[in-house]
Structures are given as structure tokens and as C-alpha cells.
């Protein structure tokens, strides 16, 4: 099971921090992903990370921006959103799989999703 936090409303510019929490004992075997769906759109991926955490992806779009990362020991992984825009308003949501991938079928488990609103 996967509990997303930490979203909320931002101006521009501002950052925030989101967490995604596991519950189980193989966490750490387990490529985690960040994927968002804005109104109107399709989920579309963000970040991915892969079990040991030596492995990252991003989105063109979030490129330099975001940061992914995870403490196994703590069953989370996390997504630091600096220099937010207008246009990272979404829904987030983590997701956990047997690989990185930036294609929403190759996850198994995700969490509930956590909403993220970026003002101008």
C-alpha cells in the first residue's frame, strides 16, 4: 500500500516536498515512480527511481527542477518541486514496480494521490 503527502498550493516559483509512504517488507525491491494528471489530461510520467536509488529519471518538463529520492529504511521515497510553475498543477501520484519505466503499465501498486496547485 502507498500513501501519497505533502501537496498543497504554492505560488510560483515556491517548492514543495512530496512523500509517498509504503507499508510491507519489500519496499526496497521495488522501482518507485511520480506520475500527475492535470484536469483534462492523461496521467503522464514525472520521475522515476530505481530500488537502490542509483538510478534517476525525469520528465523533460521537470528536468533540473525535481528531485526524486528514497530512504529504504524509511519505506519512502520523495519528490523535492523546486521553481514551481503554473503548469505542474496536478494530481501526484507514487507508483511502485519491478522496473524504472516511464510507462504507467509497468507499475504494480499505486498510492491515492496527492494534490499539488501552483498559483501565478
Known amino acids: 500500500q502507498l500513501q501519497a503527502s505533502g501537496g498543497g498550493l504554492v505560488q510560483a516559483g515556491g517548492s514543495l516536498r512530496l512523500s509517498c509512504a509504503a507499508s510491507?517488507?519489500?519496499?526496497?525491491?521495488?522501482?518507485m515512480g511520480w506520475f500527475r494528471q492535470a484536469p483534462g489530461k492523461e496521467r503522464e510520467y514525472v520521475s522515476a527511481i530505481s530500488w537502490s536509488g542509483g538510478s534517476t529519471y525525469y520528465a523533460d518538463s521537470v528536468k533540473g527542477r525535481f528531485t526524486i529520492s528514497r530512504d529504504n529504511a524509511e519505506k519512502t521515497v520523495y519528490l523535492q518541486m523546486n521553481s514551481l510553475k503554473p503548469e505542474d498543477t496536478a494530481l501526484y501520484y507514487c507508483?511502485?514496480?519491478?522496473?524504472?519505466?516511464?510507462?504507467?503499465?509497468?507499475?504494480?501498486?499505486w498510492g491515492q494521490g496527492t494534490l499539488v496547485t501552483v498559483s501565478s
Open positions: 507508483a511502485a514496480g519491478a522496473h524504472m519505466s516511464i510507462y504507467r503499465a509497468q507499475y504494480d501498486y
Open positions: 510491507g517488507r519489500t519496499f526496497s525491491s521495488y522501482a
